[in-house]
C-alpha cells in the first residue's frame, strides 16, 4: 500500500514537471523552482544552543510569534512551527503537531509524546529547507505528514519522521515533550543530528 503510494507521488510529481516543460521549456524550469529555494536555511552555521529539559516551547511564526504554547491551542490534526523559548535560532526550529495517541507507532518514540503532542526537527536532513505540516491528503498521501517543499521530501509522522518519498538520507530528529503548567516544553534534546550531515547521511 505505502509502495502504492510512493509510486502515484513520483507519477503525479513527473507529470507535473513534464507540464511544466512543455509549457515553458527546460530553462524556465529553473527559474520556476526557485521560489521553492526561499525557505532554505541560512548556511553556515553549525552550533546551536542545546535544547533542555523544562525549556518552553514558543511560537515561530504567524501573529502569536513568541507566546508561549498552551495544551490547549492545538487540537487534533493541527501543527506550528516552534522553538524552544530563549534558544530561537534556526537550528532549533521545530515541527510540533498534535494527532490521536492511538496512531502513533515505532520507530516513533512513544514515551517522547505527551497529550497526543509530538515534535520533530522542522530542518530538512536533505538540505536544510523548512518542512512543512500537511494534516490533510497532499498527493497520493492521504494522512498527516510532513514535506518539505525544495526537492519533495515525505516524510510519516506516525512512524518516526522515516522518509517515504523523495532525497532526504534519514528521518527528522524527534525532540521529547513533556507538560508544564498548560504549556508544552521540552523533555531534552533532539535524538539525533539537525539537518543535512557531512557526507549526505
Ligand atoms: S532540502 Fe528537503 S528535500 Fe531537499
Given at each position: 500500500m505505502a509502495d502504492k503510494k510512493i509510486r502515484d507521488f513520483y507519477t503525479t510529481r513527473r507529470k507535473i514537471l513534464k507540464g511544466m516543460l512543455g509549457a515553458a521549456g527546460a530553462g524556465a524550469l529553473g527559474c520556476m523552482l526557485v521560489p521553492f529555494g526561499t525557505i532554505k536555511a541560512p548556511s553556515g552555521k553549525k552550533g546551536r544552543q542545546k535544547i533542555a529539559k523544562g525549556d518552553r516551547l514558543v511560537y515561530a511564526v504567524g501573529p502569536n510569534a513568541g507566546k508561549e504554547i498552551k495544551v490547549s491551542d492545538l487540537a487534533i490534526n493541527k501543527g506550528t512551527l516552534a522553538f524552544p523559548k530563549g534558544k530561537e535560532e534556526h537550528n532549533n526550529l521545530i515541527l510540533l503537531f498534535r494527532a490521536k495517541e492511538s496512531e502513533f507507532q515505532k520507530p516513533t518514540k512513544i514515551n517522547y509524546t505527551v497529550d497526543g503532542f509530538c515534535a520533530y526537527s522542522a530542518?530538512?536532513?536533505?538540505?536544510g529547507c523548512t518542512v512543512e505540516w500537511y494534516p490533510e491528503k497532499q498527493f497520493s498521501f492521504d494522512f498527516p505528514h510532513l514535506f518539505c517543499p525544495c526537492h519533495q521530501s515525505v516524510f510519516d509522522v506516525f512512524h518516526g519522521a522515516k522518509v517515504l518519498a523523495g532525497p532526504a538520507p534519514r528521518p527528522l530528529p524527534q525532540l521529547p515533550l513533556m507538560i508544564s503548567g498548560g504549556v508544552i516544553a521540552a523533555?531534552?534534546?533532539?535524538?539525533g543530528p539537525i539537518g543535512p550531515q557531512p557526507g549526505g547521511k
Open positions: 530542518i530538512c536532513t536533505h538540505m523533555a531534552g534534546d533532539f535524538d
